[in-house]
């Protein structure tokens, strides 16, 4: 029955929907858009060996050489062909995504900010220890568009968003626990919107106008991530699930990154498969790998070893944690920028980070939030 209240609550739910949605027309327009498949940007590898820990300067970003680089504007040359929606359907769900939200590394990262939560602030529900985190935000970025989506309206926008690839939104709804969905909707939404994902119990310590250096030309890189943990210690594997593990709290990307279409393609995919199987996780056991941080640092190693994306003649070996341990500044590898510990794990009292008041801090996550099993998502949080 609809009551007068259902009424009143789904009317703010389809308002809500449309503010989100209001510009989303262009990208409808399927037999317009650029060709498959979609090239990345073919940006060299920095490469060195040595692990040795980056001593520069804070705010000093280590780039890669420019040898070898291939010319980035080429990709905007490549002439124009159409896709029928029945050719695009059969084809990859990888190159699916890369044609519904094509990356273009050179624009602007978008002005949003993105969290989830049971409640909105607006709510009587909306819990009081996250009154400031979620404010930091407004107050530290008041041009950006700041929303808060609840899992009711979060649903409702990723069927808008994937409505070209209904598997993505099957898997979204096939996922078992509430901390999978808010997982796979932080990839869904930059994925698709671009802008900065935050967890709700993570508070902004400085703008992210501020994150990376000035003099780094904002179309050299449509990512921007944090390091969770770096054990420089021989029993690491007993805490950590990784040597670096790279943090999901905090991500700022623009629409299409391939990291994220790669962490969309691997979640839709698995959760399908297990969906099929009946192998789905009955318990929070395998989050950190399955939607976490594991999986989300796996695939960006990935991607910085890709030879679609990388030149990976130019440099000799592969890139691994090696690159980035005990980084205090910024480092830049193809399109990703890479912050030091400090950035996003302040005042941990551990591999190196610093405190909250470092220059270099810019987001401190809560670890001790009660609404995530912690314990399991950030292994040996307390070493
Ligand atoms: C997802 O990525 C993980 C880690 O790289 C890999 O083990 C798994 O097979 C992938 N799943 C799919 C369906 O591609
Ligand atoms: C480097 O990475 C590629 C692709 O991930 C992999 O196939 C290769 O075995 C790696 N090489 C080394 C030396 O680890």
Not at 231 to 247: E, G, K, L
Not at 290 to 311: H, L, Q, S, V
Request: charged share 20%; with cysteine.
């Amino acid at each position: 029955m609809l009551t007068f209240r259902r009424a009143l609550i789904i009317a703010a739910a389809v308002l809500t929907l449309f503010y989100l949605l209001r510009n989303t027309q262009a990208e409808k327009q399927i037999q317009t858009a650029d060709m498959l498949p979609k090239p990345g940007p073919v940006i060299p590898l920095q490469n060195n060996d040595n692990p040795s820990p980056d001593t520069a300067e804070q705010h000093t970003l280590s780039t890669n050489s420019p040898k070898g680089q291939k010319d980035p504007s080429r990709r905007h040359r490549k002439p124009q062909t159409q896709i029928s929606l029945q050719d695009l359907r059969v084809k990859p769900l990888k190159e699916q995504l890369a044609y519904n939200f094509p990356y273009d590394p050179e624009s602007k990262f978008p002005a949003y900010i993105w969290q989830t939560w049971k409640y909105t602030p607006a709510s009587g529900k909306f819990d009081p220890t996250f009154r400031e985190p979620e404010a930091s935000w407004t107050l530290l970025h008041p041009r950006f568009v700041h929303e808060v989506i609840t899992d009711s309206v979060a649903v409702q926008l990723i069927k808008h968003l994937y409505s070209a690839t209904p598997e993505v939104v099957e898997a979204y709804k096939a996922l078992p626990f509430p901390v999978l969905k808010a997982d796979f909707f932080r990839y869904l939404i930059l994925l698709a919107r671009g802008g900065i994902y935050s967890d709700i119990d993570t508070q902004a310590l400085q703008s992210a106008t501020e994150w990376v250096p000035p003099d780094v030309p904002r179309s050299s890189y449509g990512m921007v991530i944090g390091i969770e943990a770096d054990p420089d210690r021989p029993d690491w594997a007993d805490w950590y699930s990784r040597r670096i593990q790279f943090c999901q709290w905090t991500i700022q990307a623009k629409p299409g990154h391939p990291i994220l279409r790669a962490i969309v393609t691997n979640i839709t995919e698995e959760t399908l498969k297990r969906k099929d199987q009946g192998t789905l996780p009955k318990d929070h056991e395998s989050v950190v790998e399955y939607t976490g941080p594991a999986i989300w640092t796996d695939i960006i190693f990935k991607f910085f070893n890709d030879p679609e994306y990388f030149d990976m003649n130019s440099g000799n070996g592969n890139i691994t944690w090696r690159q980035f341990t005990g980084i205090t500044s910024a480092k830049k590898v193809g399109d990703v920028v890479v912050l030091p510990i400090t950035s996003f794990s302040p005042g941990v009292k551990t591999m190196g980070a610093g405190e909250d008041d470092d220059p270099m801090a810019f987001v401190k996550h809560n670890f001790e939030g009660t609404w995530k099993p912690a314990n399991l998502r950030h292994i040996g949080e307390t070493y």
